[in-house]
Antibody
Framework: EVKLVESGGGLVQPGRSLKLSCAAS????????MGWVRQAPGKGLEWIGE????????NYTPSLKDKFTISRDNAQNTLYLQMSKLGSEDTAIYYC????????????WGQGVMVTVSS | DIQMTQSPPSLSASLGDKVTITCQTS??????IAWYQQKPGKAPRLLIGFTSRLVSGIPSRFSGSGSGRDYSFSISNVESEDIASYYC?????????FGGGTKLELK
């Protein structure tokens, strides 16, 4: 069974940094593109970016490219999202997801982790 | 970036109705569109990939179609468990982009 578990969220002050983790199990992590999606309270889904199997290709949505960094550790089956210069607009639930090979898009999702940016 | 215009933003239906949601893209996405269901407090769930490919285990009352810039998603015979928000996602070009969402409510 595919399992993705995010961690590292919480309350953070404006201007600070935070690093989220996503622990993967139940599939061959190093064979899959992985990505992050976020959802502000009461709003829609926003694609953050994706990383390929060996980290040689990383794509971001342009508005977040200078603030967020996606990385992965295949030995630890873990995906990361480093967030910097956080503002209130970054308050959201952050989901990690595996990119699909059977159906396309983002196929399997974690349960999400809440990040609240507030003083 | 490819823009996704999803409509309607909200939809009211009776049990047993057929409902249709559309997504129009700003350029041809070669059928690389997926549809998701999201219930309150839950992660999105993939229902359909590549325009019309139903995910294993998803009921056949869900369907998708389209090509080029115009895509649609339908639920025939709406059931109470289908009350949720629905999103389209284009994955033809990076950055991938979601539609604004459609909230399905019971009439």
């Amino acid at each position: 069974e595919v399992k993705l578990v995010e961690s590292g969220g919480g309350l953070v002050q404006p201007g600070r940094s935070l690093k989220l983790s996503c622990a993967a199990s139940g599939f061959s992590f190093n064979d899959y593109w992985m990505g992050w999606v976020r959802q502000a309270p009461g709003k829609g889904l926003e694609w953050i970016g994706e990383i390929n199997q060996d980290s040689s290709t990383i794509n971001y949505t342009p508005s977040l490219k200078d603030k967020f960094t996606i990385s992965r550790d295949n030995a630890q089956n873990t995906l990361y999202l480093q967030m910097s210069k956080l503002g209130s607009e970054d308050t959201a639930i952050y989901y990690c997801a595996s990119a699909g090979v059977n159906y396309g898009g983002m196929e399997d999702w974690g349960q999400g982790v809440m990040v609240t940016v507030s003083s | 970036d490819i823009q996704m215009t999803q409509s309607p933003p909200s939809l009211s239906a009776s049990l047993g109705d057929k409902v249709t949601i559309t997504c129009q893209t700003s350029q041809n996405i070669n059928k690389y569109i997926a549809w998701y269901q999201q219930k309150p407090g839950k992660a999105p769930r993939l229902l359909i990939g590549f325009t019309s490919r139903l995910v294993s285990g998803i009921p056949s009352r869900f369907s998708g179609s389209g090509s080029g810039r115009d895509y649609s998603f339908s639920i025939s015979n709406v059931e109470s468990e289908d009350i949720a928000s629905y999103y389209c996602l284009q994955y033809d070009n990076s950055p991938w982009t979601f539609g604004g969402g459609t909230k399905l409510e019971l009439k």
